[in-house]
């Protein structure tokens, strides 16, 4: 499966972004999903994670409450509303996907497939 983020871009602290997630594959439907982010100097780290039918939903404490993860499979497509943003939002934001069967919790990485990320940056 390949993946294609974007919705990335500048917004002022305390706006909302909402990035998207296309992928090409009849298969995505059963895949797990998850959005990442790494910040300049910083390690990659966990955001938010769906399961394959939408009906759980995992985030790490840093977004919790301001982030929101979907997906609508029958477009291919897994968005991340971002509202509240903060500077240290800034980052780029990937999204990945990994089959059920890959043997680990659909709650965050390793994951089989990555996307190209988009760039979020956050003023002050």
């Known amino acids: 499966v390949q993946l294609q983020a974007s919705g990335g871009g500048l917004v002022q602290a305390g706006g909302s972004l909402r990035l998207s997630c296309a992928a090409s594959?009849?298969?995505?439907?059963?895949?797990?999903v998850g959005w990442l982010r790494q910040a300049p100097g910083k390690e990659r780290e966990f955001v938010a994670a769906i399961t394959w039918n939408g009906g759980s939903t995992y985030y790490a404490d840093s977004v919790k409450g301001r982030y929101t993860i979907s997906r609508d499979n029958a477009k291919n497509t897994v968005s991340l509303q971002m509202n509240g943003l903060k500077p240290e939002d800034t980052a780029v934001y990937y999204c990945?996907?990994?089959?059920?069967?890959?043997?680990?919790?659909?709650?965050?990485?390793?994951?089989?497939?990555w996307g190209q990320g988009t760039l979020v940056t956050v003023s002050s």
């Open positions: 594959g009849r298969t995505f439907s059963r895949y797990n």
């Open positions: 990945a996907a990994k089959d059920p069967a890959y043997g680990s919790s659909w709650r965050g990485p390793p994951y089989e497939y």
